[in-house]
């Protein structure tokens, strides 16, 4: 298993993170082909500081799902 990064805000943007894939229904599945596609990884744990912070803030910029 591959250990926590140490950067200080690691924790805070993972729940960031967490939060945001949740309002857009993401599952885990989706969330890691995103990362294999984007950043070629398969976990947020082998993201650097940067890399995980534009994961949220394209997460963020994500509009919502359409309501049926």
């Known amino acids: 298993m591959t250990n926590e990064p140490t950067y200080p805000n690691f924790r805070d943007l993972m729940n960031k ?10 599952t885990k599945d989706q969330g890691r082909k995103f990362l294999e596609e984007s950043y070629g990884v398969r976990s947020r744990l082998l993201l650097t500081e940067d890399e995980l912070d534009n994961f949220l803030l394209y997460l963020q910029l994500t509009d919502s799902p359409a309501q049926d």
């Open 17 to 26: 993170t967490d939060t945001e894939m949740q309002r857009l229904g993401w």
